[in-house]
């Protein structure tokens, strides 16, 4: 619901502003003559609105920050993370309505961690079907979250042309609205092949919002999780640099603080900016008819629950990727279990948590996790999941190793590298202060060999 703020020529009249005062003035609450009211005309107990009211509405708008300014914006012209999954999640139990309207007939009891298809979205609402039933039902979008598995939808963000080819002289076959759903068939060439009105074309990819625009970390068979920079057309740019094709990635962790423009705004945020969102309101204006005022309008409710902040030992993955990242790994390379090391080293079981291990104080150092279950966290290594840790370095050793190898002492020794081998090895990298040496072990008889090119 939108809420645009008028300028009047003529001052409010307020001959009668408060002539249903309610008697417990702690409990009076402001009326309005319409929403878009700058100024309150008056005040009521709870009570008597609530006895008399007629019928309510959601408004839902976001505070967002853009080129360190803040803006408030109407729903409908920013995408959110959720807006383009297609398959999702229940945050906890919850009923699917009828209709999307709060006073909607309950279909069905929905319990925690339900997956559910997204049909189609609105600001508040999303129209879903559980993934192996036939019911349909609407819920409110802040009960729902993504699956990091899934590749999602894409929608356009401007009317967009299907063509016969995935090239821009080619012909043009039909028009698709903005704001369409669109689950491709592939991608090609920079174009999406789509199926649109049992037409089978292409379109411009740049046209579209994905997953893709509000992903942290992404993950391939090719590359494993990797933390995302941004997207560019048909590609994912990591922080690290590398270019991985939008067609070889199965799933997404998502920044669900992100919103994308759809609609621009005047001397504002432009079309596809990313803004960050601040505060997202969702408030319940009703509307009650009162003796001597008529229909007035007053905010019921925010509908939204601020989220907890977090322990100073937690951080959710949108906090660890406003910082830098010195190392990251993953159990294994469909598994979001893994550590992280910014500003202290952190463990996940989920990709979205991420919880501090006190041990390593506020420390960065190089992570690894072996196929065999073997943490590694800078010179220590731990067998029980990081439940403790023992050191699996001795540096008299790699000195050894490493004068042996070279034939000088070298100036200084620092783990700046390791990674997991197979059959129970680990190789690390060493910086002496003139080169950087790598040096392989067995895990189960460690003992440090340097490997030459």
Known sequence: MRRMLLAFSTPFIFSSAFAALGTDANSALSFYRSRQSLFPSGQASRNELESKLLHSEIEFNFNVSWDKKTYNLESDQILRDIQVARFVDTKSSCELLSDNRRDARALKTLSAKTTLEVLETESYWARVKEKNGKVEGWLPLHLLQPRHEDSGVFVTFIDTYLRKAPEIPSGIVTTIPRMRRIVPLAIENGFLKIKFENQIGYADINNFVSRADFANL??????????????????????????????????????????????????????????????????????????????????????????????????????????????????????????????????????????LISFFGKQNYPVNIHPNGT???????SVNEGKSFDPFIRWDQIAQAIEGAIHHNPRLLRLTQIDALPNSQVQIYVDTGGSKIKLRSSLSNVSWSVIKN
């Open 375 to 381: 943490w590694f966290v800078g010179s220590y290594k």
């Open 218 to 355: 992404a993950y391939s068979a090719k590359t494993n999780w990797i933390a995302v920079s941004h997207r560019n057309g048909d590609s994912l740019v990591s922080k690290s640099g590398l270019k991985v094709p939008l067609k070889d990635v199965l799933g997404f962790v998502t920044n669900n603080h992100r919103g994308v423009v759809v609609r621009a705004v005047n001397n504002g945020p432009q079309l596809r900016s990313q803004v960050e969102i601040i505060k997202p309101e969702a408030n319940v204006w009703a509307i009650s008819k009162l003796d001597g005022h008529g229909e007035v309008w007053w905010k019921k409710n925010n509908l939204l629950i601020e989220d907890q902040k977090s322990s100073p030992t937690t951080i959710t993955t949108d906090e660890l990727m406003k910082r830098e990242i010195y190392s990251i790994a993953f159990a294994s390379k469909d598994s979001l279990r893994g550590l992280v090391s910014s500003d202290g080293v952190y463990r996940t079981e989920d990709g979205l948590t991420w919880t």
